[in-house]
């Protein structure tokens, strides 16, 4: 699995670091909101699961999951709905929590399903963000950190479902994909 990493872009202690500055964050801007944040399965779970916990306020979680990567490193283009929400939004302070934001499809999709159904605000938070490769005008509320315009994996982020526990973030190699 390490064999596959070009380059180590941020480190487990790099993340925590993140993590840690962005549920600080939240937490004062959230207060006394009760939040349900959002996870977008399954690239965020890792990312959700450490930042909930650097939230120190009451908030409810719940799961979503959309698909447009499959089994590649090219966004089909098209998004499905793979599993919906639990708790109802409307009314709802709603925060969606992303590994990270690459052409934007996927959050833009996200974020017009979820916006039909009237929630009291909606937010997005993501990890990593790849601006070069924005097809969609989509600028997120809270980023963790901007990422070059490359294949990444490790903290949730896969290829071919493959590295999402890696404990770091690297840059996969061109021939891991390109074979
Ligand atoms: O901005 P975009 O170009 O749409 O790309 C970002 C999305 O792609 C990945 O999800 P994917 O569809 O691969 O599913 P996964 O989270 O299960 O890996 C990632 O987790 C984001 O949700
Ligand atoms: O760079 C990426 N890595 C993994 N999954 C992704 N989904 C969109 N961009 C990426
Ligand atoms: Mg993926």
Redesign the pocket.
């Known amino acids: 699995m390490h064999d596959d990493i070009q380059e180590i872009l941020f480190s487990e202690e790099d993340i925590a670091r993140i993590v840690r500055d962005l549920g600080e964050r939240l937490s004062e801007d959230y207060r006394g909101l009760n939040p349900l944040v959002v996870c977008?399965?399954?690239?965020?779970a890792p990312f959700m699961s450490d930042l909930v916990r650097r939230m120190d306020i009451a908030l409810e979680m719940d799961y979503m999951?959309?698909?447009?990567?499959?089994a590649s490193s090219q966004?089909s283009g098209v998004?499905r709905i793979m599993k919906d929400l639990d708790i109802p939004v409307e009314g709802r302070h709603v925060l969606i929590v992303?590994?990270?934001?690459?052409?934007?499809?996927?959050?833009q999709y996200l974020m017009d399903i979820l916006k039909r159904r009237n929630p009291a605000s909606l937010k997005v938070v993501t990890l990593l963000d790849k601006p070069e490769?924005r097809t969609e005008g989509l600028v997120p509320d809270y980023c963790g950190v901007r990422v070059p315009n490359e294949f990444v994996v490790g903290y949730?982020?896969?290829y071919a479902e493959k590295y999402?526990n890696l404990p770091y973030i690297g840059v996969l190699k061109r021939e891991v994909y390109n074979a």
Do not use: H, M, N
Not at 40 to 44: F, P, Q, T
Not at 65 to 70: E, R
Not at 98 to 107: A, F, K, N
């Open positions: 977008v399965l399954k690239g965020a999951a959309v698909s447009s990567y499959g966004s998004v992303e590994d990270i934001i690459d052409t934007g499809l996927t959050l490769r949730g982020l896969d999402r």
